[in-house]
Nanobody
Framework: QVQLVESGGGLVQPGGSLRLSCTVS????????IGWFRQAPGKVRDAVSC????????YYADSVKGRFTASRDKITNTAYLQMDSLRSEDSAVYYC????????????WGKGTLVTVSS
């Protein structure tokens, strides 16, 4: 059974950092594209980042380029999203997702973790 479980969200001050984790079960994290998405209250869900299945490419939304870094560890079967220089507009529920390819309609989704950036 495929499961993705996010963790690491919380309250952080502007300029601070958080690292989100996406623990995967039911498949090997290296064999699928792993995407990170976010949805703020009253807004549509946006793609934040996606690492392709073969790790040849990583997509970042313009709004997070240079501040967020996606990675994954096949030993722990976990994907990560390191978020630095956080801004209030980064506040949202963050979801990880998996699919054979990076796409908005990915096959498997976690339930999300809340990130709040506020002083």
């Amino acid at each position: 059974q495929v499961q993705l479980v996010e963790s690491g969200g919380g309250l952080v001050q502007p300029g601070g950092s958080l690292r989100l984790s996406c623990t995967v079960s039911g498949f090997t994290v290296d064999y699928y594209a792993i995407g990170w998405f976010r949805q703020a209250p009253g807004k549509v869900r946006d793609a934040v980042s996606c690492i392709s299945a073969n790790s040849t490419s990583t997509y970042y939304a313009d709004s997070v380029k240079g501040r967020f870094t996606a990675s994954r560890d096949k030993i722990t079967n976990t994907a990560y999203l390191q978020m630095d220089s956080l801004r209030s507009e980064d506040s949202a529920v963050y979801y990880c997702a998996a699919d054979p390819a990076c796409t908005d309609g990915m096959d498997y989704w976690g339930k999300g973790t809340l990130v709040t950036v506020s002083s």
